[in-house]
T-cell receptor
Framework: GQQLNQSPQSMFIQEGEDVSMNCTSSSIFNTWLWYKQDPGEGPVLLIALYKAGELTSNGRLTAQFGITRKDSFLNISASIPSDVGIYFCAGPGSSNTGKLIFGQGTTLQVKP | GAGVSQSPSNKVTEKGKDVELRCDPISGHTALYWYRQSLGQGLEFLIYFQGNSAPDKSGLPSDRFSAERTGGSVSTLTIQRTQQEDSAVYLC???????????FGPGTRLTVL
């Protein structure tokens, strides 16, 4: 079945550092989504990518849709303590129901 | 309310008991999804409702799991004869016309002792 592999699994960085995480798949995705989940909350959509090669920014966040359609990365620049959380990549499943396939998540911790 | 709400926020139950988890989607959203998130894992799709169409139940892990959506709004996920491996956070999401923009509730943390 479709799977998304995220790396790294966790990161522990200093405030102010840049962060990069990525997501790969063995199958093609036509949409890539990046979500953030704060403790005790549901995931919140950060960035949506719809076109191969697309580079999209949302404040300090930048995400790219890989040319092969099998990968995507998310960068966070100048990290701050509130960036702490779990970041998930996701893409639509093979059916047309809109269900999402999620990666395992990257846990980010920021040291002030 | 403005967002997706779920209740209860936490549920502790004994093995073998039945539980019901509730989801109130955003008003006007026609699609509703249930996902399960085990500790340290990503979200696993369970079931999908869209309007009056037959639900997509392909993600339900066993016949102990069922869900219904009454009146095209509120949904209830029922787990019968709970097992310890059912312990997880159960998340509900709803969408409007864009199914990729899913709005998630805060989840229900289920603990089966």
């Amino acid at each position: 079945g479709q799977q998304l592999n995220q790396s790294p699994q966790s990161m522990f960085i200093q405030e102010g550092e840049d962060v990069s995480m990525n997501c790969t798949s063995s199958s093609i995705f036509n949409t890539w989504l990046w979500y953030k989940q704060d403790p005790g909350e549901g995931p919140v959509l950060l960035i949506a990518l719809y076109k191969a090669g697309e580079l999209t920014s949302n404040g300090r966040l930048t995400a790219q849709f890989g040319i092969t359609r099998k990968d995507s990365f998310l960068n966070i620049s100048a990290s701050i303590p509130s960036d702490v959380g779990i970041y998930f990549c996701a893409g639509p499943g093979s059916s047309n129901t809109g269900k999402l396939i999620f990666g395992q998540g990257t846990t980010l911790q920021v040291k002030p | 309310g403005a967002g997706v709400s779920q209740s209860p926020s936490n549920k502790v139950t004994e093995k073998g008991k039945d539980v019901e988890l509730r989801c109130d989607p955003i008003s006007g959203h026609t699609a509703l999804y249930w996902y399960r998130q085990s500790l340290g894992q990503g979200l696993e799709f369970l079931i999908y409702f869209q309007g009056n169409s037959a639900p997509d139940k392909s993600g339900l892990p066993s016949d102990r799991f069922s869900a219904e959506r009454t009146g095209g709004s509120v949904s209830t996920l029922t787990i019968q004869r709970t097992q310890q491996e059912d312990s997880a956070v159960y998340l509900c999401a709803s969408t409007g016309q864009r199914t990729d923009t899913q709005y998630f509730g805060p989840g229900t943390r289920l603990t089966v002792l």
